[in-house]
């Protein structure tokens, strides 16, 4: 019987909490349900058209307390924010906030010309010696040189018999005896013509003897290129004997595309590091700019001389060549705020009360992290300088036209009707070809496509120019009748 009634009040007092938890349970439910409508996410009567993710604009809610496909929360969208009387799309400080949004100021200063190459080492034509032979002979004894050998000035190659020097040379040891000066010296003349060397007619004269056999040697240190000479040949007058590149100063010659190759002048100095000398650095000047482009690398070559103290620098080698250059005034923005389509440049302006719009730029000159502005911004305008993808995506969607190079009117016009939609989505890159680019990337749920791996074709080569396989990216690109072609790409920050 007590057992029994136990089990009664057990039962009671479950069911008791099963209503209560009901109770609670509706009273959420319900107080979550008022909470989603429309009317109590409206903020001094301003109706939000939907909530979206500013990184995934093209996903649209209809909840606040929704999730997009990123796993960001959701902001809401107002009608309001598209008013065309106001330049730009409006973007939440709390968003701009958690986008990383971060402002810079276009400044003037100095920006130094720096351009860093490739080339390699090569012998310096312009110290070479011709070994000949002065007369006709026989070669009585070669002195074991080679093709390649290094030698020092004087090193003696070949000794040669001349049977002519040796009549000529007794005919002036007998005029010489006449002690008839004149007879004398017009004697020493014609040795000379028959092109004996100095030191030889010095040698008759100091031994009184006749000396047909002559040492042939280099007259200058470096290494033997060619060596034509062997043991028992006849020679005739003017024939080569050897050729010897002096290697007290080398060639770095250095291909530089045309389109970078303008600001550079004869010259000039640079300084080259050698894959053989890490942690060193040789100076040098710029000697020559070839006057020819190379048709098929659109380069042209670059010609610098540098010192080679005890020949270490070898043709052949590579290096690296940095042109330095005076430091310019310039009107400059940090290289990461711009935006390259592949047609244009844009920056994405920062306008008062959380407002931005695109701008057209013409760049020059870049050096370090900087980036020179020739034309499109005017000293003092605010930029965003991390994370203008995002906001260009937002902008495109509103139909905001970028402020044209040359105008300062603060009217947006909305692009035309005509103009491509483009889809964006994030991706890792698995291959790059010079036009296209195979992406493996997340779900597009704005035109149904699933996650997948493609291959897409780029509308400009300059849109993956810094990325890498295995990088991973941001990219918008549109459906065009052929194939989907991708307008713009930007490797996700942190990686």
């Known amino acids: 019987m007590t057992n029994s009634l136990s089990r009664m009040q057990l039962g009671l007092a479950a069911a008791v909490l099963a209503l209560a938890a009901g109770a609670a349970g509706y009273g959420v439910a319900e107080f979550t349900r008022r909470d989603m409508r429309p009317e109590a996410a409206a903020q001094g009567g301003r109706k939000p058209l939907y909530w979206y993710d500013p990184m995934v604009p093209l996903e649209h809610y209809d909840n606040p307390n929704s999730l997009s496909s990123m796993g960001m929360k959701t902001i809401p969208k107002y009608a309001d924010e598209g008013d065309r009387n106001s330049p730009g799309v409006s973007i939440d400080a709390t968003a701009a906030q958690s986008l990383g949004l971060r402002t810079v100021a276009v400044r003037r200063g100095d920006l130094a010309s720096e351009l860093t190459v490739t080339g390699t080492i090569d012998f310096n034509q312009r110290d070479v010696a011709?070994?000949?032979?002065?007369?006709?002979?026989?070669?009585?004894?070669?002195?074991?040189?080679?093709?390649?050998?290094?030698?020092?000035?004087?090193?003696?190659?070949?000794?040669?018999?001349?049977?002519?020097?040796?009549?000529?040379?007794?005919?002036?040891?007998?005029?010489?005896?006449?002690?008839?000066?004149?007879?004398?010296?017009?004697?020493?003349?014609?040795?000379?013509?028959?092109?004996?060397?100095?030191?030889?007619?010095?040698?008759?004269?100091?031994?009184?003897?006749?000396?047909?056999?002559?040492?042939?040697?280099?007259?200058?240190?470096?290494?033997?290129?060619?060596?034509?000479?062997?043991?028992?040949?006849?020679?005739?007058?003017?024939?080569?004997?050897?050729?010897?590149?002096?290697?007290?100063?080398?060639?770095?010659?250095?291909?530089?595309?045309?389109?970078?190759?303008?600001?550079?002048?004869?010259?000039?100095?640079?300084?080259?590091?050698?894959?053989?000398?890490?942690?060193?650095?040789?100076?040098?000047?710029?000697?020559?700019?070839?006057?020819?482009?190379?048709?098929?690398?659109?380069?042209?070559?670059?010609?610098?001389?540098?010192?080679?103290?005890?020949?270490?620098?070898?043709?052949?080698?590579?290096?690296?060549?940095?042109?330095?250059?005076?430091a310019q005034p310039a009107l400059l923005v940090p290289s990461e705020a711009l935006i390259r389509t592949g047609k244009r440049t844009l920056v994405m302006l920062a306008l008062d009360k959380g407002r931005y719009r695109p701008a057209e730029v013409q760049v020059g000159r870049?050096?370090?992290?900087?980036?020179?502005?020739?034309?499109?911004?005017?000293?003092?305008?605010?930029?965003?300088?991390?994370?203008?993808?995002?906001?260009?995506?937002?902008?495109?969607?509103?139909?905001?036209?970028?402020?044209?190079?040359?105008?300062?009117?603060?009217?947006?016009?909305?692009?035309?009707?005509?103009?491509?939609?483009?889809?964006?989505?994030?991706?890792?890159?698995?291959?790059?070809?010079?036009?296209?680019?195979?992406?493996?990337?997340?779900?597009?749920?704005a035109i149904g496509w699933p996650a997948m791996t493609m291959t897409f074709q780029l509308s400009d080569p300059s849109i993956v120019r810094g990325l890498k396989t295995g990088d991973r990216v941001r990219f918008g690109f549109d459906r065009p009748p052929a194939v989907p072609t991708i307008r713009r790409m930007a490797k996700v920050a942190g990686q």
């Open 130 to 326: 011709i070994v000949q032979t002065r007369a006709t002979g026989f070669v009585q004894r070669v002195y074991g040189r080679a093709p390649g050998d290094v030698v020092g000035a004087g090193a003696p190659l070949a000794d040669i018999l001349v049977p002519e020097w040796g009549g000529a040379q007794a005919e002036y040891l007998a005029v010489r005896r006449t002690g008839n000066a004149a007879l004398t010296q017009a004697a020493r003349q014609r040795l000379m013509l028959l092109g004996m060397p100095s030191g030889t007619i010095a040698s008759v004269e100091r031994t009184g003897k006749p000396h047909n056999v002559v040492t042939i040697s280099t007259p200058t240190g470096g290494v033997i290129k060619t060596l034509d000479v062997r043991a028992g040949m006849t020679m005739t007058a003017g024939q080569t004997l050897a050729e010897v590149n002096g290697l007290g100063t080398v060639w770095l010659n250095a291909a530089v595309p045309e389109a970078i190759a303008g600001p550079l002048k004869p010259g000039q100095t640079v300084r080259a590091t050698l894959a053989a000398f890490p942690g060193e650095s040789f100076p040098g000047r710029v000697s020559a700019i070839l006057p020819e482009i190379k048709a098929d690398s659109r380069t042209l070559t670059v010609r610098m001389e540098l010192s080679n103290r005890g020949g270490r620098l070898l043709p052949g080698m590579f290096a690296t060549v940095s042109f330095s250059g005076s």
């Open 366 to 445: 870049e050096s370090g992290d900087q980036t020179e502005i020739l034309a499109g911004l005017s000293e003092g305008e605010k930029i965003v300088a991390s994370g203008q993808f995002l906001i260009d995506s937002e902008a495109s969607l509103s139909g905001l036209q970028a402020r044209p190079i040359g105008s300062s009117s603060t009217t947006v016009a909305p692009k035309p009707a005509a103009a491509a939609k483009l889809y964006e989505t994030v991706g890792r890159i698995e291959q790059i070809t010079p036009k296209s680019v195979t992406l493996s990337h997340e779900p597009v749920p």
